[in-house]
């Protein structure tokens, strides 16, 4: 048996593709498990038959799998426009109605989800997650129905999810048998909701989160340590599933950082990634593509090239127009749109970018409360006012259906984009992002209880949108744009409510713009307001003083000078970590309309010792010191000195590492220029 095993696997590789796979094929659905040796050969032939897909011929075009290359790459015009993005994060994992990651928790002893599993479905030994599988139906899954109401709810693009860490493929995948069209509903999910949303005019995405599924479904070879069938192997440990699960792995990890790293996983499940994503990508033709890892998974050895092919067939499909829009959450080498899961940026960011988000959970759970729609829409304004997306996951039950709570939140998101709409499509941010008592401090930051006092505006042409967080007060006033504001030119010719007929009465002074409404505003989620007149409204790219005259320049809308350190966040403080190189610096550009001394202070930690570097301005230089801390999550904030700017303009701040041994790493946070009152 072993002999002629051995000799399968090396005569498939010489035959026919089609041989080769109906070998494979065979071997995965066999029903008795393989021995030892069959095992090993097994998995040699599934690496050397993945290993061709990186010979596999590149998609002709401009783009290269390399960093140097990819990084041409510019954001598409329809996704700016777009702004608001519904996602169906749907899948086996759903069926239960009770929780996210079930496919993962259902193997930890002890778990809330463990303990459910059992008490419905059986233990893990016997009735894993390769059974709930077969109990998804989606029987009564009506995609046009769907896709009518996220229209009406504003959605300008649908994101269909392909693939999430359970492994389980949502299309009709070439190179994988677990997936919807062989098992569960027999359907092809990613391509019913593509015909769906073309039908409506929207443009059509899809999410995969396969790439740690290597680690994530370690647990399945577990065995619980207590209990009556303490040592009694979890389903993953049937050779007969290890496509589904994975081989036996050397460790189980643990749902840390551990599970999005890179180190660990081998070069097979690398190719086997980049096989069914490009399946996926050139089957379906999608515009846009979110991609749930840190960076592009596996990029220097088949990640950029996955995105190569990606962006060039784009370019082929579209005239020479690229219209692909890949999101991802990393920072270093990044060569797409940055996506923040479940947090947004906390001032205007030059490049578009993306807030990933949830009605309740991602999967459906019965359990839960489905947010309001003036909570998503009130965020909506927040990111789109910074230059940001939303991509909004409103999960179905395991039949296709939404809840009642569901519909109730679609009808009024619909209520109020049929009125809003035109102040966040196709609009671009303003100087600053808005005013008022409520800001996103960090990108882990989203649910916020904002007030009438908060205000979030955009742009688009000639007009200036106001956009009040809450039912705004019968006056009002917008201190961003007093009369002596540095934020805008021009005068102000007219004001308007929208949804409400007619000019409203206002005025203009120091304190700002004073709006006088006749009556009750016209909703009380958030109210949005047309200002005419003013000139020069588009966001340059400059940092802009608060209205007290400081400037904050955070890391985030620093402009990095390496590719060694990256934004991290530790206490809410979002820092500079990583910085372990003293030719790596950061830089802000920033508008001075009053030059002057300004003091400086900054928030940093330094746990290796103090810190000697320097902070530049055109013209002028400060030499400064950072005490140690204890540790590197004691953030501190210290008094520097003082700085000299002569001329008013556009000037860039510097801050350099001392080129010596004077130099010790820090964790950033920002800096802050006060002026001096003379």
Known sequence: MIGSLRGGVFQGLESSKSEANSKLEMMKTQKTKLPILGILALALFQSLEMSRAADEAMVPGPFQPSYDSLKAYKCPEWYQDAKFGMWAHWGPQGVPEESDWYARNMYVEGSPTYKSHLEHYGHPSKSGFKDIIQLWHAEKFDPDRLMALYKKAGAKYFVSMACHHDNFDLWNSKFHRWNAVNMGPHKDIVGLWQAAALKQGLRFGVSEHMAPSFKWFSVAHNADKDGPLAGVPYDGNDPASYDLYGPKPEKIWSAGAELWQESGMPDSWKLEWYRRCNDLLATYRPDYVYSDYGNVPFRREVGWKLLANYYNRSLADHGGRLEAVYTG????????????ESGAAGEVRAEPWQMDWCIANFFYDKRLTVRPASTVIRLLADVVSKNGNLLLSIPQKPDGTLDDQTEKFMAEMADWMAVNSEAIFGT??????????TQIKNFGQHELPYTPRDIRFTTQGGTLYAIVL?????EFTIASLAQNSPLVSGEITGV???????????ERTDAGLTIHLPGEAPNKIAVAFKIAGLTDLAFDGLIYPAMNGEFTLGVAAAERHGQQFVVANEKDQPHMAAWSKDDEWLSWRLKISRPGTYAIR????????????????????????FPGTPTWDDFRTVELGKLTVKEAGATTIRFKPAVDKAWRPLNLVSIMLQREKK
């Open 329 to 340: 959450k990393g920072e270093t080498e990044r060569v797409y749109v940055r996506d923040f």
């Open 428 to 437: 671009r941010p303003f100087k600053i992002n808005g005013e008022g008592p």
């Open 470 to 474: 809450g039912t705004p007060e019968n």
């Open 496 to 506: 308007e409510m929208i949804g409400q007929l007619g000019a409203l009465k206002w």
């Open 602 to 625: 900054i928030v940093s930690s330094a746990a290796g010792g103090e810190s000697t570097f320097t902070i530049e301005a055109d013209g002028a230089s400060l030499i400064a010191k």
